[in-house]
């Protein structure tokens, strides 16, 4: 079965840091984008960051810009979000997936591969 699996979440508190990872099992990442996206409860899904694994090019969410960074290994098969400066509104379950297709949104619809997620909370 190919899908995502994250891990790396956990409580911190507002200010702090954490780096989700995201491991593709039963595919590669190659020719796709791979998307993080969260969701806070009582909330929609929503993008937080992508990347290509064509060219590396990434966006990020105005809500995250200057505090996400979203890297990716190809050898591992694995991509990355580090998450800086934290802050409450943060806090979601962070999931990753992928899509084939060149997309100018992070639309949930056009991804694929979703793994369980995993709990980020930031609280003091």
């Known amino acids: 079965q190919s899908q995502f699996v994250e891990s790396g979440g956990g409580l911190v508190q507002p200010g702090g840091s954490l780096r989700l990872s995201c491991a593709a099992s039963?595919?590669?990442?190659?020719?796709?984008?791979i998307g993080w996206f969260r969701q806070a409860p009582g909330k929609e899904r929503e993008g937080v960051s992508h990347?290509?694994?064509?060219?590396?090019?990434?966006y990020y969410a105005d809500s995250v810009k200057g505090r996400f960074t979203i890297s990716r290994d190809g050898a591992k098969n694995t991509v990355y979000l580090q998450m800086n400066s934290l802050k409450p509104e943060d806090t979601a379950v962070y999931y990753c997936?992928?899509?084939?297709?060149?997309?100018?949104?992070?639309?949930?619809?056009?991804?694929?591969?979703w793994g369980q997620g995993t709990q980020v909370t930031v609280s003091s």
């Open positions: 997936a992928a899509t084939p297709f060149s997309i100018t949104t992070m639309t949930v619809d056009l991804f694929y591969f």
């Open positions: 039963g595919f590669t990442l190659e020719n796709y984008v």
């Open positions: 990347i290509s694994s064509i060219d590396d090019s990434t």
